[in-house]
């Protein structure tokens, strides 16, 4: 197996990513029954699991994807940007798939900015979650792969200085 020198730990490995993006995708799938939400991929990081969770999503749902960045090596820099013209999501009902909640600013302020647009409802799935780094009180996705602790983490999609998305596990970076 491919296991970057950089990395310590595997902390999910691809099988059991597989079985618990299944459980989300069972979940939404019962949530989003008779209906065609629209799922929004937050670009780069939440890509692998996109891919990987609207395939285990049974129901017509149709798909976009928004690009906002906040972080700069492992220390985040509080800043969040959002490229790019903003989908039309007027009436719909969105699911906004991102990679990690970890301070929770960016997810906030991507909702704010949706909430917006009038979307008939907007509902937030990560894969993981890092409850003890939240800078936005009270912050929670709707869906949540793992939670996680003050750990920073690259694979499936997450990375580090644009380095490690490819890794088909989730692994903890060395110190
Ligand atoms: P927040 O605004 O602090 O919640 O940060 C969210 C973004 O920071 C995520 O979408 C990731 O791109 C990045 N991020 C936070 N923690 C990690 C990590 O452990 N590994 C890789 N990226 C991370």
Redesign the pocket.
Known sequence: MYLPDEVEKILFTEEQLKARVKELGEQLTKEYSGRNPLFLC?LR?ASVFFGDLIRNVECPLEIEFIKAS??VGTN?SGE?SVDGEMPNISGRDVVLV??????????SRLKALLMKEAPKSLKVAALLD?PS?RVVEGFKADYTGYEIDD????GYG???DMKFRNLPYVGVLKG
Do not use: M, P
């Not at 750990?151 to 690259?154: A, S, Y």
């Open positions: 937050v990081g906040s972080y985040s969040v991102e990679d990690i909640v970890d301070t929770a600013r960016t997810l890092k780094r750990l920073f983490v690259v997450l990375d580090c």
